[in-house]
């Protein structure tokens, strides 16, 4: 392949990627047509993007994103899929995909520009999504004041249940 024509492809792959650093690689290379449109299908619905790459053109691309040390990662028969939410409800995706079909293995990824290997992004796909982790913030935040209340209201009530008791003891 000429020299133009490979530039042309890096460009192209480069477009696609836009200024993602934030992505996975991954073999489905032993898919079967129907299972491969399938799990590509699922991806296009959760705004998933998934593209097959020749590796040394991948790693061209990727260094103008800032993504150096992907090259253990890329070797073999490589997809790139990048998109979603965010990284970890990506990860968390394509972790389903792999237990649900053992034809698509996870080779590892990059997260802000650093290489992630396969475990790490098993890893990544137990950990809580970004809205998990702002609910969690948020409770942690309304907690004391949720606590203070409830312990200003409690004796407020206590001495309301009294007076009504009292009140009903009266009238009979």
Same mark, same amino acid.
């Given at each position: 392949?000429?020299?133009?024509?490979?530039?042309?492809?890096?460009?192209?792959?480069?477009?696609?990627?836009?200024?993602?650093?934030?992505?996975?690689?991954?073999?489905?290379?032993?898919?079967?047509?129907?299972?491969?449109?399938?799990?590509?299908?699922?991806?296009?619905?959760?705004?998933?993007?998934?593209?097959?790459?020749?590796?040394?053109?991948?790693?061209?691309?990727?260094?103008?994103?800032?993504?150096?040390?992907? /090259?253990?990662? !890329? =070797?073999?028969?490589?997809?790139?899929?990048? *998109?979603?939410?965010?990284?970890?409800?990506? &990860? @968390?995706?394509?972790?389903?995909?792999?237990?649900?079909?053992?034809?698509?293995?996870?080779?590892?990824?990059?997260?802000?520009?650093?290489?992630?290997?396969?475990?790490?992004?098993?890893?990544?796909?137990?950990?809580?999504?970004?809205?998990?982790?702002?609910?969690?913030?948020?409770?942690?935040?309304?907690?004391? /004041?949720?606590? !203070? =209340?409830?312990?200003?209201?409690?004796?407020? *009530?206590?001495?309301?249940?009294?007076?009504? &008791? @009292?009140?009903?003891?009266?009238?009979?």
């Amino acid at each position: 392949m000429s020299k133009p024509i490979k530039q042309m492809l890096i460009d192209e792959i480069g477009a696609r990627l836009g200024d993602t650093t934030d992505l996975l690689v991954i073999d489905v290379s032993r898919l079967d047509a129907i299972s491969a449109n399938r799990f590509r299908l699922a991806l296009r619905e959760k705004e998933i993007s998934a593209l097959t790459v020749k590796n040394s053109l991948a790693m061209h691309a990727l260094r103008k994103n800032g993504v150096e040390a992907l /090259g253990d990662v !890329l =070797s073999g028969p490589s997809t790139l899929v990048w *998109g979603g939410e965010d990284i970890v409800a990506l &990860s @968390k995706e394509i972790a389903k995909w792999a237990r649900e079909l053992q034809a698509v293995e996870i080779r590892g990824g990059s997260v802000e520009g650093e290489c992630l290997d396969a475990a790490a992004v098993d890893a990544l796909s137990k950990s809580p999504s970004r809205e998990e982790l702002l609910s969690i913030i948020s409770g942690q935040i309304l907690d004391p /004041g949720a606590r !203070l =209340s409830a312990q200003l209201l409690g004796p407020g *009530g206590t001495v309301a249940g009294q007076i009504k &008791s @009292k009140s009903e003891e009266d009238e009979n």
